[in-house]
């Protein structure tokens, strides 16, 4: 089992920046894959990237390429989420999740809300 614990998010204007944290706890060793996932009100859960635990790969959503950075610390089990010129289209509750597996999520954290202010 992992447990993820989400941290960072809030309310920004549009052209500003957030960071958000995922602390991962317990069988970390056994992950493959981690990566962040937002819900806006009214939509469906959408996958935005995704990076290798081990190996550091990324992937991401083509509407994010280029804004947000993914980036994992292993020694620290945790998660990051850089988002710059963030929009309001943003706006969401962001997930992280992880997996030991490539093709499903197997672990969620609560989630953080993310607000942009036109």
């Known amino acids: 089992q992992v447990q993820l614990v989400e941290s960072g998010g809030g309310l920004v204007q549009a052209g500003g920046s957030l960071r958000l944290s995922c602390a991962a706890s317990?069988?970390?060793?056994?992950?493959?894959?981690v990566g962040w996932l937002r819900q806006a009100p009214g939509k469906v859960r959408e996958w935005i990237g995704s990076?290798?635990?081990?190996?550091?790969?990324?992937y991401y959503l083509d509407s994010v390429r280029g804004r947000f950075t993914i980036s994992r610390d292993t020694a620290k089990n945790t998660l990051f989420l850089q988002m710059h010129n963030l929009k309001p289209d943003d706006t969401a509750v962001y997930y992280c999740a992880a997996s030991p597996r490539a093709s499903v999520w197997d672990y969620y954290g609560q989630g953080t809300q993310v607000t942009v202010s036109s």
């Open positions: 317990g069988d970390t060793s056994s992950l493959r894959v």
């Open positions: 990076i290798l635990w081990v190996g550091g790969s990324t």
